[in-house]
């Protein structure tokens, strides 16, 4: 389902349960030790799709821990990410020659519990999403916009290191798979991206997101580019 909205040169797996033996290696099974054993069945399951992806650009299967901050350590030459929720695993993989970036978010095709939309929206973003619903498609808008920020943090925090906001990235969502995110973040750090631009997929009651930013371009160029609400490269 996901390699429909993926771009160019990305690599993916994905699964619908935690059925299929997906074995750890040692270093993964002692992270795992003391979690519950529906989150080692998931970690397992994640890692197994990250590998099968990494296999597709012809890397032996290899451990993945995290590198810190929570995000996977890939090996060299390459950017992926990971999600998982009720009902999805998948990993997706490029190399970094190719990709810069890369960041996919899996969420329940459903409302955002009540008080979260205003915690991690601005009032120019929720006008939007009102617009969107005018469209009366069934789209559940706020928890697009939710999934498109984790997205994106995914994408931006191995280049930056750094902690990014929800109220940091400005999105502009469009009503036919694409979006668009601009961020803003309150301590910016040069080397990272600035823009993302990404796509959206409503399926069998699962909400799929992926951000990504193509190799060779120079994140510099992005700071003087555009402010707040001007995101509409999608
Ligand atoms: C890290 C975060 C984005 C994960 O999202 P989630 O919906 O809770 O969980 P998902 O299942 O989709 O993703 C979890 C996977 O994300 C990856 N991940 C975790 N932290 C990461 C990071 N800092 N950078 C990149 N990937 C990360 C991991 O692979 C993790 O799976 P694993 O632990 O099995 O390896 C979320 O927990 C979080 O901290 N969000 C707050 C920051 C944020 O989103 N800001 C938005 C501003 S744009």
């Not at 997906?22 to 099974?29: I, M």
């Not at 695993?89 to 095709?109: H, K, T």
């Not at 991206?193 to 190799?215: C, D, E, H, I, K």
Request: charged fraction near 20%.
């Amino acid at each position: 389902m996901i390699e429909e909205i993926l771009p160019p040169g990305v690599r993916s797996a994905e699964a619908f349960d935690d059925l299929a033996p997906a074995p750890l290696f040692p270093e993964e099974a002692a992270l795992m030790a003391e979690r519950r054993p529906g989150r080692r069945r998931q970690f397992a399951t994640a890692r197994a799709c990250a590998r099968r992806s990494l296999g597709e650009l012809g890397f032996a299967s290899r451990p993945l821990l995290p590198a810190g901050g929570g995000a996977p350590q890939w090996p060299d030459g390459v950017v992926g990410s990971i999600t998982h929720c009720d009902g999805y695993r998948a990993a997706v993989v490029a190399r970094s020659v190719e990709v810069a970036a890369l960041g996919i978010d899996a969420e329940p095709a459903l409302p955002l519990p009540h008080g979260v939309l205003s915690l991690v929206s601005s009032p120019a973003e929720r006008a939007l999403l009102e617009r969107l619903a005018a469209h009366g498609t069934g789209v559940c808008w706020d928890r697009l916009l939710f999934s498109a920020k984790e997205a994106v943090y995914k994408a931006w925090y191995p280049g930056a290191r750094q902690w990014l906001g929800f109220r940091d990235v400005h999105v502009e969502i469009g009503l036919a798979g694409t979006f668009a995110a601009l961020l803003h973040p309150a301590d910016p750090v040069p080397v990272a991206y600035r823009r993302f631009t990404g796509q959206w997929l409503v399926r069998n009651g699962l909400l799929l997101t992926v951000v990504s930013r193509t190799a060779g371009t120079d994140p510099r160029r992005d700071v003087s580019s555009g402010a707040p609400g001007s995101a509409t490269a999608y």
